[in-house]
């Protein structure tokens, strides 16, 4: 039997298997399958077959008889040619197609109408349906210069394969060249390869060439004329290809696109940010940047001395009045639930809220309101991405602006725009499927207007929620500005490597010694107290600047006469610190004068000072009232970071440590870690403001070193800070001991120093912190302060306890937010915990004292004012006579307590008696109970119920059978909170 054309011109030597190999169409089993056909068109032809030139001739003819055949071969439409079959009895019935012509091959005609790369084509018979039916002859009018398709008789394009299956390459198909193919799998497959015809073709043409370049080197080798040589120079041709130029270093780096290396931070600002991504600065603060298009905004305000952060020049946004970042919090809302930071924003140091629809019947918004002025243009952004539904976004600026400008809405699943308001946007899709987009236009009005981002069905607002549909928003911003800024920043990446690899060279005995130098390397030292040695310290210690490397201070007397600078990358570090006085073992600095001991004020580097002591000349103690020298701080660090402080003895210092911001250069302090000190400042032992990165304090001793004169301990009680603290953010503390302060802990309220923002104390963790013969351990001034302490000790001189009008615990400031753990008071005439101020919330876990009310003058244990709020989670131990006093709410284990005095009328029996008493914090529904001092027997009923906030109403029923008038007594009333 011969085989079909779909067998002989197959693609592989298995059918379907590619492995197998490609196949090579056998010539014999396409002359067997050419009889066949023509066989059959003998026979078709031989038997009476009708051939018409038109499908309209045929049509015309109906003499047939049924079942009749006729081929239609010269139709103009081509899909009309055919083999078609009479239907119905001579002179009556139709033609139907059946199948296509069985021609062997068949010839598409390209005349040019497509390109190169896509060819059109004709051919005079349609193809048949089935692949492989037939041969096609092509021919080509031009070069192709790549992968390329053909479209036969306005049908798909089909890409032409090689036969052994590759897309052709440039030049394979020749203009002039005839190529024979057959449909297979949407593919037009070359019948057989014309690579090698190619090859000799390329092969010859390059030879040619060759032959054509060495002529051409060789003429042309003679009349170089280079420019003449410029030293460190590299030459380039020039973009007219006429000549040589000399180019240095930068501008061949440039030319590659490598980092560029800049000087300093304004070089670095400079930078053309949509061309360098990466830079290596050499001096300032030297190593390699990168550019990170992310929202850096408030990484880079906060970092004002720019040690991590740069922005640059091209991006500096002019926020009004400030960022509205949905992200920390959502404005105004309408018809709306909200939560924050529930999925990832568009970068990773971003996280995205979610706005969910509700059931109503409106508008679905958020909002803020702002003030706008007449002409200027502002510009409202934020990133979005579709949650849940379908909804869209709309945006508005709101009716300072014209009506055409003020709305537009944008598709968040596809970052198409639904309706076009002025300057909407849509930025580049983000990464986690957010997109950016804005709305701008200039105000025509000066009012007050509330911008807002909506869910919209549609380009309608106000619709039936489904209130499922949410979509994810993050970095909502209105800016003056024509266009959303850019949001990124220069980031320190690292430091850039200035050593030697892979094997160092041996270092002299020199160099490893100046790994640690030596004071004593220094010549003229005086150890014994006597000699200044200020201007040799500070020799040295420059010496260590910028190094890294370590001073070594050895044991003795040193007196520095005058202040002594600390500059960067300087480490000072002693054979040990004392807790006593002198040892001969030990270095003292001896600060001979009143003034600043210690100084740092840069934060270009690490700093250390470790294993030291430090002393002043104080006046001796005697019977009569004590008053130290007013000397200057021993440590002053003012907007210096990454300093560690460790194992330092602070003997007897009028003011020990004073870290703060430089308002100078607006430079705050931070990461700042003090270890191990132990000391006895007479007025201030720490002070701290403006620090906003973490520090950190641990192992803090301050106790009588020096001296126990009770004049000395006289004064520390009247005047001594222990721990200072005004605008700390996230402070750490681990183990602080104090004794004899006057204030244990005080956290005060900062103002603003220059352009050193005002504040308090925020999210202070402290482990253990105690306050030893206080007058009060802990005192808040300050706004808004939040801090939780796993255990506070205090406690007075039992001898001489603080007075009745100062507690142990003491709340002066507003909405403060404090937990302790387990507080522990100890002797004193005023209360343990008095809260004042208003909006204060202490909650304390267990609470323990002695003596507290020392004198017995009334001061309640917890003594909260009206607007405060104390939470006793457990019942405490209390020795006050006294243990509650408030207009404020004091819950104990859950309970409010409240007491009176109640003397109720005479009651017959059957009868009762009520009166009302105030229980602060309780509210309608809450349990409550009474009991009455003076009721001894029987036959009483008493109830108490919550009639109103924080009013309790309490009945009394004489069932005694008698009348009775009850003396007045102590009326006790209890509040559960639901």
Known sequence: MVQLANTVWRDFVTDGVPASGNWKPQKKDARQWGAWIEGVVTAFTSNGGLIYTSLAAMNADLTPGANSSAWVVGDATVANNGIYRKIGATGTGSWSRVTDLPYSFIKASNVGAGTANAIVAMTAIPLPANDAA???????????????????????????????????????????????????????????????????????????????SAAAAAASASSINLPSPVASTFLVRNGGNTAYDAKNFADVRDLLNTAPYVADRPSLRALDILKETTAIMTGDRQGVWVFQDDDLA???????????????????????????????????VVGVAKANNVVAGPYASRQAASIKEDASNGQHVAYAT??????????????????????????????????TAQVATFNPSTGAVVAAGAGLTTAVTLINGFYRVSITATANATISASPSISMASGTAASYAGDNTSLFYVTGLKLETAAAPSTLGAWKFNSARFVGQFPTPALRTVEQKLWDRADLRDWNGLDLTDTNDNATLFQAAVN?????????????????????????????????????????????????????????????????????????????????????????????????GQDIELEN???????????????????????????????????????????????????????????????????????????????????????????????????????????????????????????????????????????????????????????????????????????????????????????????????????????????????????????????????????????????????????????????????????????????????????????????????????????????????????????????????????????
């Open 543 to 639: 010496a260590m600047g910028g190094t890294g490397s370590k001073l070594y201070v050895p044991a003795g007397k040193i007196v520095l006469g005058s202040t002594v600078n600390i500059p960067d990358a300087c480490h000072v570090e002693g054979p040990a610190k004392e807790g006593g006085y002198f040892n001969a073992k030990s270095a003292f600095f001896h600060f001979g004068h009143t003034g600043v001991g210690f100084k740092i004020n840069t934060n270009l580097g690490s700093r250390s000072l470790k294993n030291l002591n430090t002393y002043r000349t104080q006046p001796t103690p005697g019977a009569g009232a004590y008053t130290p020298t007013a000397h200057d701080y021993d440590l002053d660090i003012e907007g």
């Open 370 to 403: 702002f003030s706008f002025t007449t002409g200027v243009t502002y510009t409202l952004s934020t990133y979005v991405k579709q949650g849940v539904g379908s909804r869209n976004i709309q945006m508005s600026l709101g009716n300072a602006f014209p009506a």
């Open 298 to 332: 408030t990484e880079s305000l906060a970092d004002t001395s720019e040690n991590t952060y740069v922005r640059p020049a091209s991006s500096q946004a002019n926020i009004f009045p400030s960022t509205w970042d949905i992200v920390t919090a959502l404005p105004g």
């Open 648 to 978: 330092i003895n602070f003997l007897n210092p009028t003011k020990a440590i004073n870290i703060r911001g430089n308002q100078t250069t607006s430079a705050p302090c931070g990461r700042i870690s003090m270890k191990g000190l132990r000391g006895q400042p007479l007025t201030e032992g720490i002070r701290m403001t403006h620090c906003t990165d973490v520090c950190y304090l641990d192992e803090i001793h301050f106790w009588p070193f020096w001296s126990a004169n009770a004049q000395v301990v006289t004064y520390m009680r009247a005047n001594l800070g222990a721990l200072i603290m005004g605008r700390v953010d996230n402070p750490k503390i681990g183990r602080f001991f104090s004794w004899g302060a006057f204030r244990g802990l005080n956290i005060y309220q900062q103002g603003a120093l220059g352009s050193l923002p005002i504040g308090t104390v925020g999210r202070l963790h402290a482990s253990v912190f105690e306050a030893d013969n206080c007058n009060v351990g802990l005192l808040i001034s300050g706004t808004g302060v939040t801090a939780d302490f796993g255990a506070f000790h205090c406690a007075s001189d039992p001898a001489s306890p603080a007075v009745s009008n100062e507690s142990l615990v003491w709340l002066l400031g507003n909405n403060a937010d404090i937990y302790i753990g387990a507080l522990r008071g100890q002797y004193t005439n005023g209360a343990l915990v008095a809260i004042n101020g208003s909006g204060n919330l202490v909650t304390i876990d267990r609470s323990q004292s002695a003596a507290i009310d020392a004198d017995a003058n009334g001061p309640a244990e917890f003594a909260v004012d009206a607007g405060n709020k104390l939470r006793l989670l457990s019942q405490p131990t209390t020795s006050a006579a006294t243990p509650y006093s408030s207009t404020g709410e004091i819950q104990v284990n859950g309970q409010l307590s409240a007491t009176g005095t109640w003397d109720p009328a005479s009651t017959a029996n059957g009868a009762s008696s009520s009166t009302t008493i105030t229980v602060t914090g309780a509210a309608v529904g809450d349990m409550a109970l009474a009991s009455l001092s003076t009721v001894t027997a029987g036959n009483w009923h008493i109830s108490a119920i919550v009639t109103s906030a924080n009013t309790v109403t309490v009945s009394l029923e004489n069932v005694t059978g008698a009348t009775v008038d009850l003396a007045s007594g102590t009326l006790k009333v209890s509040v559960f909170k639901r």
């Open 134 to 212: 037939t041969l096609i002859a092509l021919n080509i009018t031009t070069n192709n210069t790549g992968a390329a398709t053909v479209a036969f008789n306005g049908g798909s394009p089909l890409t032409i394969k090689t036969n052994s299956g590759n897309d052709v390459a440039a030049n394979y198909l020749v203009a002039g060249a005839v190529v024979a193919g057959y449909v297979s799998a949407g593919t037009f497959r070359l019948l057989s390869d014309v690579a090698s015809a190619a090859d000799r073709s390329a092969a010859e043409t390059a030879a040619t060439n060759a032959a054509a």
